[in-house]
């Protein structure tokens, strides 16, 4: 499997999940898609507000997509997060795109919840690359702060309620692809569109 680096706190970094020209590729489509300046969330709703949040971004939904990825990272991601066990991928993507001076200020990742009961609950980035300096993904943990940088190809997951910033990028382009893991409460919960680990496991055999 990957070689993973543990950061402490729930973060962890997954070592070249996605090549080189995978990665290129992920790129060349969202270009050709367009970057639009990135919204956030308000307690009056969806607000350009470019002083806490400068970079680009696109979101579209692509369920195939997410079951590719989901079947590289499921033996991965926790089984169990906060008494709810692992149910798949969010379909909803978002490339990132960050230029030299652009950040994403201080902020918590927001939940994600399906009429099934699903919720995601883990943040799953995807570092495209770039050629760029900065731009670190920092994190605030009971007042420490801490840096991740994730090299061309690596995925870094971390829970949705530690605080973060997209750090500025101080030179170049920096690139992202973003989706969430999902999880079912361990009891009650609906029928997943995706194949259990179990599952994956019998299509490797």
């Given at each position: 499997?990957?070689?993973?680096?543990?950061?402490?706190?729930?973060?962890?970094?997954?070592?070249?999940?996605?090549?080189?020209?995978?990665?290129?590729?992920?790129?060349?489509?969202?270009?050709?898609?367009?970057f639009e300046p990135a919204m956030i969330?308000?307690?009056?709703?969806?607000?350009?507000?470019?002083?806490?949040?400068?970079?680009?971004?696109?979101?579209?939904?692509?369920?195939?997509?997410?079951?590719?990825?989901?079947?590289?990272?499921?033996?991965?991601?926790?089984?169990?997060?906060?008494?709810?066990?692992?149910?798949?991928?969010?379909?909803?993507?978002?490339?990132?795109?960050?230029?030299?001076?652009?950040?994403?200020?201080?902020?918590?990742?927001?939940?994600?919840?399906?009429?099934?009961?699903?919720?995601?609950?883990?943040?799953?980035?995807?570092?495209?690359?770039?050629d760029y300096a900065g731009g670190e993904?920092?994190?605030?943990?009971?007042?420490?702060?801490?840096?991740?940088?994730?090299?061309?190809?690596?995925?870094?997951?971390?829970?949705?309620?530690?605080?973060?910033?997209?750090?500025v990028v101080t030179q170049g382009t920096?690139?992202?692809?973003?989706?969430?893991?999902?999880?079912?409460?361990?009891?009650?919960?609906?029928?997943?569109?995706?194949?259990?680990?179990?599952?994956?496991?019998?299509?490797?055999?």
């Open positions: 499997m990957y070689e993973t680096i543990n950061h402490g706190h729930g973060i962890n970094q997954l070592k070249h999940v996605f090549t080189q020209a995978e990665c290129a590729a992920f790129i060349e489509q969202a270009e050709h898609i367009g969330t308000t307690l009056q709703g969806a607000e350009l507000r470019r002083d806490v949040r400068s970079n680009d971004r696109i979101i579209f939904d692509n369920l195939e997509l997410a079951l590719r990825i989901w079947k590289r990272l499921a033996p991965v991601l926790p089984s169990v997060w906060i008494a709810r066990s692992l149910a798949g991928l969010n379909e909803r993507f978002r490339f990132y795109r960050y230029s030299t001076d652009q950040k994403f200020d201080w902020h918590y990742d927001g939940a994600f919840e399906r009429s099934n009961g699903e919720k995601s609950l883990i943040t799953v980035p995807l570092y495209l690359g770039g993904t920092t994190f605030d943990v009971d007042g420490q702060l801490f840096n991740v940088r994730g090299d061309q190809g690596d995925v870094v997951f971390f829970p949705h309620r530690l605080r973060h910033r997209g750090s920096k690139y992202m692809l973003r989706t969430d893991a999902m999880y079912f409460p361990l009891t009650g919960s609906g029928t997943s569109a995706f194949p259990s680990l179990a599952e994956l496991q019998t299509e490797t055999l």
